[in-house]
């Protein structure tokens, strides 16, 4: 069985991690009715490739990609750095 890491998480299965958007093919008998891998599929974590198709993830809403507005403006002041001592007034 084939599962890939459709999340932007690291996915661990037993010993071996599955990086976003990595597929890897798990053999082990243990694994292939798992009702933890049954819960990520349903969240939309991973996919499962059993028959030479990837199961379909559960898709997110689209995210608006507006580049926020840029200034050149720069504050007045520098805060001053934090070295975490008290200052000797």
């Known amino acids: ?18 990086l976003p958007d990595e597929t890897v093919n798990i053999t082990e008998a243990a694994y292939q009715d798992n009702a933890a891998i049954k819960h990520l599929v349903k969240m939309g974590r ?6 030479g198709t990837v199961a379909p ?11 926020e507005e840029v200034t050149d403006e720069t504050p007045d ?3 001053e750095p934090k070295t975490g001592k008290k200052k000797k007034e």
């Open 77 to 79: 002041e520098k805060p």
């Open 1 to 18: 069985m084939n599962i890939k890491n459709t999340g932007a998480s690291v996915v661990s299965i037993g010993t071996i991690i599955i």
């Open 57 to 67: 993830a559960k898709t997110e809403p689209p995210v608006d990609e507006t580049p």
């Open 46 to 51: 991973l996919a499962v490739e059993k028959s």
